[in-house]
């Protein structure tokens, strides 16, 4: 399943806004000042995904959804369905697109929520709103952490599975505990598998790492997988599960660290990481997320991941990166996310930026195209912001605007040749700092 479509009309901030995505699979990023409403449009895209049925266990409150002095909103998506992994209820399989919409209306009593549930053709509810297999998609807050989260919402993953897999991206208190449990499982009952294998084998041979079936497979493949496509930096990789049952990682001089003790950027990535192979995992299968015999190079299955504020807790060498990483080893995945950083949209080669435009400031939102986007993908840091996308000359701030006007007239004076040595000392001294020849990477 992919977003062909979104279109969304007084939601929060948004007035209206239109996404359309010729080829889904990719790197389509969202980018905007503060209160600009990317949370808003991502929250909008997973409860659509979500469903009517299951959305009332993220107790939306639909009041502050309906933008202050507007009476109605839609929420529109237009889907295109895979139908090789995403099975049907009742009706034939289709390869246009399907259409889900939520929709609020202000009444005397408050705001009613309405779907198109019950359309007499091609009914949702008979394709990404029913539990039927396939139909992936997930969504992920800004607040990524193994633990510190309300309980309460735990019971959510198994009351409203749809629900349970777009949840984060709802509250600051949701935390991923779900991901770290089904590890510490996955390698209990690898033991126990093995425990087993030894108990009935009667040669050592068979019960080493390479016979492993079951729990066990799945636990070295999802090992595997994160240790040879290198997630993190400085050769941190996943090392194993403890006696006592706590994931180690390990750095490249050996030293470990617990998962939940490690810094905000590897908690907030690692998390997100497995949580979303566990709920491919769930959707599809182990044996299609690993399938036996082949190389765990890449998962390459289709759905739509939403992640808001990917670039939270990032060093920028790594904003830099992590959009190539997720596109490289799941290439298959719609990934629609947001940022405050123009080194994510380094990524978006495969894939679209779009831009929203700041509340009252007149401006329309929409694609970012031509060389604005060859800027924002090639381009040097400065490159980037001197497209203005990201605001208002935000590359300098007061004093650093004063020097570089400085740096001009100092300039104007060395080429007119009545410069003195003492002014051409400070103009190649502003001339170190502010030069955009020399190299911005990080």
């Given at each position: 399943?992919?977003?062909?479509?979104?279109?969304?009309?007084?939601?929060?901030?948004?007035?209206?806004?239109?996404?359309?995505?010729?080829?889904?699979?990719?790197w389509?990023?969202?980018?905007?000042?503060?209160g600009?409403?990317?949370?808003?449009?991502?929250r909008?895209?997973?409860?659509?995904?979500?469903g009517?049925?299951?959305?009332?266990?993220?107790?939306?409150?639909?009041?502050?959804?309906?933008?202050?002095?507007?009476?109605?909103?839609?929420?529109?998506?237009e889907?295109?369905?895979?139908?090789?992994?995403?099975?049907?209820?009742?009706?034939?399989?289709?390869?246009?697109?399907?259409?889900?919409?939520?929709?609020l209306?202000?009444?005397?009593?408050?705001?009613?929520?309405?779907?198109?549930?019950?359309?007499?053709?091609?009914?949702?509810?008979?394709?990404?709103?029913?539990?039927?297999?396939?139909?992936?998609?997930?969504?992920?807050?800004?607040?990524?952490?193994?633990?510190?989260?309300?309980?309460?919402?735990?019971?959510?993953?198994?009351?409203?599975?749809?629900?349970?897999?777009?949840?984060?991206?709802?509250?600051?208190d949701?935390?991923?505990?779900?991901?770290?449990?089904?590890?510490?499982?996955?390698?209990?009952?690898?033991l126990?598998?093995?425990?087993?294998?030894?108990?009935?084998?009667?040669?050592?041979?068979?019960?080493?790492?390479?016979?492993e079936?079951?729990?066990?497979?799945?636990?070295?493949?999802?090992?595997?997988?994160?240790?040879?496509?290198?997630?993190?930096?400085?050769?941190?990789h996943?090392?194993?599960?403890?006696?006592?049952?706590?994931?180690?990682?390990?750095?490249?001089?050996?030293?470990?660290?617990?998962?939940?003790?490690?810094?905000?950027?590897?908690?907030?990535?690692?998390s997100?990481?497995?949580?979303?192979?566990?709920?491919?995992?769930?959707?599809?299968?182990?044996?299609?997320?690993?399938?036996?015999?082949?190389?765990?190079?890449?998962?390459?299955?289709?759905?739509?991941?939403?992640?808001?504020?990917?670039?939270?807790?990032?060093?920028?060498?790594?904003?830099?990166r992590i959009?190539?990483?997720?596109?490289?080893?799941?290439?298959?995945?719609?990934?629609?996310?947001?940022?405050?950083?123009?080194l994510?949209?380094?990524?978006?080669?495969?894939?679209?930026?779009?831009?929203?435009?700041?509340?009252?400031?007149?401006?329309?939102?929409?694609?970012?195209?031509g060389n604005?986007?060859?800027?924002?993908?090639?381009?040097?840091?400065?490159?980037?912001?001197?497209?203005e996308v990201?605001?208002?000359?935000?590359?300098?701030?007061?004093?650093?605007?004063e020097?570089?006007?400085?740096?001009?007239?100092?300039?104007?004076?060395?080429?007119?040749?009545?410069?003195?040595?003492?002014?051409?000392?400070?103009?190649?001294?502003?001339?170190?700092i502010?030069?955009?020849?020399?190299?911005?990477?990080?």
């Amino acid at each position: 399943m992919y977003l062909q479509k979104v279109a969304i009309k007084n939601i929060r901030s948004i007035r209206e806004f239109e996404m359309t995505f010729q080829n889904p699979a990719g790197w389509h990023v969202l980018i905007g000042d503060n209160g600009a409403g990317k949370s808003s449009i991502i929250r909008a895209i997973a409860a659509a995904l979500i469903g009517p049925e299951q959305i009332a266990a993220v107790l939306p409150n639909w009041q502050e959804w309906l933008t202050k002095g507007e009476e109605e909103a839609k929420i529109n998506l237009e889907l295109l369905p895979d139908r090789n992994v995403d099975k049907i209820g009742r009706g034939q399989p289709t390869d246009n697109p399907i259409t889900n919409e939520l929709s609020l209306t202000r009444e005397e009593r408050g705001v009613r929520m309405q779907s198109n549930a019950n359309v007499s053709r091609k009914p949702p509810t008979n394709y990404n709103w029913s539990n039927n297999e396939g139909w992936f998609s997930v969504a992920y807050g800004p607040f990524r952490r193994f633990t510190g989260g309300d309980n309460r919402w735990n019971k959510v993953y198994y009351s409203a599975p749809k629900a349970g897999a777009h949840l984060s991206v709802f509250g600051e208190d949701v935390a991923l505990t779900e991901a770290l449990d089904w590890l510490k499982e996955l390698d209990r009952m690898r033991l126990k598998e093995r425990e087993s294998r030894q108990a009935s084998s009667s040669t050592v041979e068979e019960t080493g790492p390479g016979y492993e079936s079951g729990a066990g497979l799945l636990f070295e493949n999802l090992k595997t997988f994160i240790n040879i496509s290198q997630l993190l930096p400085h050769e941190a990789h996943f090392d194993k599960v403890d006696i006592d049952g706590n994931i180690l990682f390990a750095d490249g001089a050996g030293a470990e660290v617990k998962i939940t003790e490690m810094s905000d950027g590897y908690r907030s990535i690692l998390s997100l990481t497995f949580e979303l192979i566990r709920q491919l995992v769930t959707t599809y299968g182990a044996e299609k997320v690993f399938p036996r015999g082949e190389t765990t190079s890449s998962i390459d299955l289709p759905g739509v991941v939403l992640i808001d504020e990917i670039d939270a807790h990032l060093h920028p060498t790594w904003q830099t990166r992590i959009g190539a990483w997720f596109t490289r080893y799941f290439p298959n995945i719609q990934f629609i996310v947001t940022t405050h950083s123009p080194l994510v949209c380094r990524a978006a080669e495969k894939g679209s930026i779009w831009r929203l435009a700041t509340p009252s400031s007149g401006e329309v939102s929409g694609e970012i195209t031509g060389n604005d986007r060859k800027k924002l993908l090639f381009g040097n840091i400065l490159d980037a912001y001197g497209t203005e996308v990201f605001g208002e000359s935000p590359v300098r701030g007061s004093k650093g605007d004063e020097q570089l006007e400085r740096l001009g007239k100092l300039n104007m004076l060395f080429a007119l040749g009545t410069i003195s040595d003492e002014e051409n000392s400070e103009r190649l001294a502003l001339q170190q700092i502010h030069s955009t020849d020399a190299p911005t990477g990080f």
